[in-house]
């Protein structure tokens, strides 16, 4: 049977065990899922491709790569029905400086691509390394619904901090 929201969290969360330990960052998992036809298209975790990369950011950044075109053109090419999964709310802002995933996120439905239509968040982002992740304000404005999927945050937080002292 296809997987239901627990399920994918569940996929994105053993993603999340998969990346290496760091005190700057937190560890996080995330599924890009073709809604429509109940198809994973891609997997990622913090850190699994290279240059301090971000789970969300590997998911599009793989699909990417598979489809021959670079990250920042992903939604030239997703399904009409495209969603992620990530245990952690997308970041707005990085201390490192690089391209938060809110903005890769909306950047998929530019030119009228559907893009990344749906995030599914495990847990809010904790204020430990930029105060108030203000990203799903920014999401919701570009027509991209957030919704909490619940009932795993003890676990996503316990691993998404397991790099810090
Ligand atoms: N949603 C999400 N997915 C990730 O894969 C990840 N690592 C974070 N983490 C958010 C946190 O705010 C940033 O990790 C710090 O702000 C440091 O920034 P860098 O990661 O070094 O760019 N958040
Ligand atoms: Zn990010």
Request: one cysteine or more; a negative charge.
């Amino acid at each position: 049977a296809p997987l239901d929201h627990i399920g994918y969290m569940q996929l994105a969360l053993s993603e999340a065990h998969e990346s290496p330990p760091k005190p700057s960052n937190f560890r996080v998992g995330a599924v890009l899922v073709d809604e429509g036809n109940n198809k994973i298209l891609a997997t990622g975790f913090t850190l699994e491709l290279p240059g301090n990369t971000h789970a969300e950011q590997c998911c599009l950044q793989k699909f990417a790569e598979r489809n021959d075109i670079p990250e920042e053109r992903v939604g030239e090419v997703l399904p009409d029905k495209t969603v992620i999964y990530t245990t952690m709310e997308p970041c707005g802002l990085r201390l490192s400086g690089n391209m938060p995933c809110v903005e890769r996120i909306i950047r998929t439905r530019q030119g009228g691509k559907k893009g990344v239509s749906k995030v599914y968040l495990g847990v809010k982002e904790p204020e430990k390394f930029v105060g108030e992740n203000t990203g799903r304000a920014k999401l919701e404005e570009a027509g991209i619904e957030c919704i909490h999927i619940s009932g795993l945050e003890e676990e996503i937080l316990r691993v998404a901090t397991a790099g810090h002292e």
